[in-house]
């Protein structure tokens, strides 16, 4: 009976699904523990936790940028105006940039998150306890995975349901009923994640989350200059003030 199989497809999907999403959240409570009791991280460490790796390298950008050693055009180009990175993260949007001074936008972030450099901050904060390692998957992967086996289930028990009857087969609601089960069991699992884990981190584990709320608290506390970068790594592009460089980021995202 092809609704047997459509319903062993949505069981595997659920399972599988469900199943992703625990080992993520099994990594961030292992990480828990390893936690170090830091009480301050550094802005690139709060970019990481907070966005990512992109997030390092659109810090990394916004702050060489304020500083003149690196020129963001409206029109999405990147150039190096100094070319004595301060540390290696610079050094890497440097790299990324390339011998000749000037790049588009979008491939450096591109480079510079995936740089060395950045994987040897991530190496640091899991080692910490501060961040989950990425082959883990994330907690926000895993709920997007369920996410998507729920809508998968559903659209597999209204086909089942309106499949034309077999003889001797269940009617339609007996046919729902069983869908019901491996959607009871997603819903069930964004739930729990809703209740324990959000918001969703990217990358940071529990202990992790704990500093960057922490220092979104104290950020009024902080200098202007600081203050603005600081606002970069909690929440990205979207808290870049200078137009000028917004619509230097805006020309670049075009391209990706």
Known sequence: MLWVSLLLVA?????????????????ATAAE???????????????????????????????????????????????????????????????????????????????????EAVDRLADRLVAAGLAVPEHAGTV?????????????VAVLGAVAVVLPGEEGGPTAALTAAWFAAPLAMALGT???????????PRRASPAG???????????????????????????GLRAVEEPALRAAFAAGADEE
Request: glycine share 8%.
């Open 11 to 27: 069981w595997v999907l659920v399972g599988v699904a469900c199943f992703h999403l625990c080992r993520a959240a099994v990594a």
């Open 33 to 115: 523990r390893l936690d170090d009791g830091r009480a301050s991280l550094s802005l690139y460490e709060t970019a990481f936790l907070a966005g990512g790796p992109v997030r390092v390298a659109d810090l990394t950008l916004v702050a060489m940028a304020r500083e003149r050693r690196l020129l963001l055009a409206h029109t999405g180009w990147a150039t190096v105006v100094d070319p004595r990175g301060r540390d290696e993260v610079e050094g890497s949007v440097i790299a990324a940039i390339g011998p000749g001074g000037q790049r588009r936008i979008a491939p450096v972030r591109a480079a510079a998150a995936a740089a």
């Open 140 to 152: 926000a992967d895993g709920v997007r995975r369920v996410r998507s086996a729920a809508v998968a």
């Open 190 to 200: 964004l739930l729990i994640a809703r209740m324990e884990a959000h918001p969703y």
């Open 209 to 235: 989350q704990r500093l960057v709320a922490s220092l979104g608290h104290r950020v009024d506390e902080l200098d202007e200059d600081l203050r603005h970068l600081t606002a970069v790594a909690l929440h």
